[in-house]
């Protein structure tokens, strides 16, 4: 019996750190990478809202460019 547990002690060892470790690393890995991915909702959200901040910003181009026909040096007036 106690050569059976001399056995097991460095095969559960062996198997601990060459298979469960590992495993374990890569398991908690991919979780990483899937948490930093967007799901499908959140990627339309993300995609409306960069389309809705590129249309701001075209609005604020175009409001500048009508202050500075109409009002010059509009840009330096506090």
């Known amino acids: 019996m106690e050569y059976v547990i001399d056995g097991i002690v460095p095969i559960s060892a062996?198997?601990?750190l060459f298979l469960f470790l590992p495993w374990l690393v890569f398991h908690?890995?991919?979780?990483l990478r899937q948490a930093r991915q967007l799901?499908?909702?959140?990627?339309?959200?993300f995609e409306a809202t960069v389309h809705r901040v590129e249309v701001m910003e075209e609005r604020v181009h175009v409001l500048?460019?009508?202050l500075d026909n109409e009002v010059p040096g509009w840009?330096?007036?506090q």
């Open 39 to 45: 799901d499908e909702d959140s990627q339309e959200l």
């Open 14 to 16: 062996i198997l601990i």
């Open 28 to 31: 908690y890995l991919t979780q």
């Open 64 to 66: 500048e460019r009508i």
């Open 75 to 77: 840009r330096t007036h």
